[in-house]
């Protein structure tokens, strides 16, 4: 969330901490289970604090939005580098896992399509805290070769048309692409929103909308 429980992080065994109890807990668990990081990591993302808005409602608007920041009451929005950003597209738009137990060519393909979407992007990929996205990292993001070619409609194995042809009823796709890119299922207004655009018996037509509502979300 922007900061270690710790800090600076490289002083554990000389600062206690805001939250040693967490810490106390999350080390436990760590030996507990053979010092499985990927556990670890889940049990973290997993918590009520990472999955909190990172603004507040408008009839709460006037209230210290920093303090509660501090607090952990909200959660701080944070630039991506640019490999978290491409792979966070490359996962958003797969039904599966992108990771090393995934096939030899889905891998080759994923290193190949974010890596040329990271050295177009540019920035340091080392520096701690990633630089504002300027206005041409930005046009790559929403119109660059990566998000054209995980979103192309006529591509009967890609994430439009999986959705289009197995999704049991519109309201499921809605929610099925609200869960892989936002993960969290769509309100009642976005969800009629959305089936208002793509209720339709033509599969291309549908499916071109389907590639519309993934670019939106």
Request: hydrophobic letters at 40%; proline letters at 6%; a negative charge.
């Amino acid at each position: 969330m922007g900061s270690g429980l710790v800090e600076p992080v490289d002083e554990l065994d000389q600062v206690k901490g805001e939250y040693p109890r967490i810490l106390e807990l999350l080390a436990a668990d760590l030996r507990e289970n053979g010092f499985d990081l990927t556990r670890t990591i889940r049990a973290i993302v997993s918590t009520r604090a990472y999955g909190l808005a990172s603004s507040l409602p408008k009839d709460r608007e006037n209230e210290d939005q920093e303090k509660l920041l501090r607090a952990r009451a909200l959660y701080p929005l944070k630039p991506l580098h640019p490999d978290q950003l491409a792979n966070s597209v490359w996962q958003a738009t797969t039904f599966w896992t992108a990771d090393d137990d995934r096939t030899l060519v889905l891998r080759l393909a994923r290193g190949d399509q974010t890596g040329k979407f990271v050295q177009r992007h540019g920035g340091n990929l080392d520096s701690e805290v990633p630089d504002d996205q300027t206005l041409l990292q930005r046009v790559l993001l929403l119109n660059g070769d990566l998000i054209h070619e995980r979103l192309k409609p006529d591509n009967p194995f890609g994430i439009v048309g999986r959705l289009v042809g197995l999704a049991p009823t519109d309201a499921k796709l809605v929610e099925t692409a609200y869960l892989m890119v936002l993960a969290r299922r769509p309100t009642q207004p976005e969800l009629e929103h959305f089936l208002s655009r793509i209720a339709t018996e033509n599969k291309n037509k549908k499916a071109k909308a389907v590639e519309d509502l993934l670019w939106a979300l």
